[in-house]
């Protein structure tokens, strides 16, 4: 079938919405936004307001832009939310990959393909170290100035090697790379040693790796997160087989962060403040993000009867 929609104005798109029973106080407000994040973009966050038992994406009675809006405002600061306990997630393992790497292999581990196991590209992997330095394929050093101070000191006063030591190379490159190379560690001990730190098997902190750098790419992209039901779900540690009834809602990544961040930033705030941002949400929402009932009365999220009503 031959797509045929026709684009709408912006007064089309609120109309439209109005005829299927949007109840729009505020007109010029409604535009305002619409204008500046979009009808499509702001229809993903229409869904959970429909009506199931119309066919033509009718809304429940008494539906207000205002409350779409809320929603859409709520997922976009979870997103800033779950950036910021990533950001920390990151550093941590990535610290501990290249510290346990470099002491036992030396500063240049990775240049070495005896490293990883066979299913692993390590050439693929050696373009892609050139491509974040600026380093032209055939070529030996950088045709252009980094971005980052430390990677042009290095062949300002260096001629060899080619590729600067590991803990210069890994801070730029992107948390999906790091997630491969923990993932294809050719030595089982070298994996348990990054892992030991954390206190989870390697094999779980290689799965939460590779979850946090599917996560990071939604968010870092402005896709929504509330409901989103997870493509890559993270393994669950047996400390933890209680506490996440599914693994493939919000909340597995909520616990996966807030351990993480419990071990790396003791003093950290962040379930706090995801606690507030969550408490004004209906509790649909909430299961349908995948959290259980009573959640923050579990002594895992150690929240107290002073700071929040349980």
């Not at 993903?44 to 779409?68: C, I, M, N, W």
């Not at 306990?85 to 501990?96: D, N």
């Not at 989870?200 to 790419?217: A, F």
């Not at 993270?234 to 919000?250: E, Q």
Request: proline share 5%; with cysteine.
């Amino acid at each position: 079938m031959k797509f045929s929609k026709p684009p709408l104005t912006l007064s089309q798109q609120l109309a439209k919405w109005q005829s299927r029973g949007l109840v729009v106080a505020d007109t010029a407000k409604a535009l305002h936004y619409l204008k500046f994040i979009g009808y499509y973009r702001f229809s993903a966050y229409t869904l959970p307001f429909q009506d199931p038992a119309h066919h033509d994406k009718h809304f429940r009675s008494g539906t207000t832009f205002e409350q779409v809006l809320e929603l859409y405002v709520f997922d976009r600061e979870l997103r800033l939310l779950v950036l910021d306990a990533i950001e920390r997630a990151e550093v941590a393992v990535r610290t501990c990959l290249v510290n346990e790497m470099s002491t036992r292999h030396g500063a240049h581990w990775f240049i070495e393909a005896r490293h990883f196991g066979g299913r692993f590209d390590h050439n693929r992997f050696l373009d892609k170290i050139d491509k974040e330095l600026g380093i032209a394929a055939g070529a030996r050093r950088p045709s252009r100035q980094h971005s980052e101070v430390f990677i042009n000191h290095y062949y300002a006063k260096y001629t060899s090697p080619d590729l600067p030591p590991g803990w210069m190379v890994f801070e730029v490159l992107p948390l999906g790379t790091m997630s491969l190379v923990l993932a294809n560690l050719a030595n089982v001990s070298d994996r348990k040693a990054v892992a030991l730190p954390f206190g989870i098997d390697e094999q779980v902190l290689t799965s939460w790796l590779h979850c946090l750098s599917y996560i990071r790419n939604v968010c870092a992209h402005h896709s929504r997160l509330w409901n989103r039901q997870l493509v890559i779900k993270p393994l669950v540690a047996k400390k933890h087989a209680a506490l996440v009834p599914v693994r493939d809602r919000f909340y597995a990544v909520a616990v996966m962060l807030h351990y993480m961040l419990g071990l790396t930033a003791p003093k950290s705030s962040w379930h706090e403040r995801l606690a507030r941002l969550v408490d004004g949400q209906p509790a649909g929402n909430l299961r349908v993000m995948g959290f259980p009932a009573g959640w923050k009365a579990v002594p895992f999220w150690g929240f107290s009867t002073e700071d929040f009503a349980i």
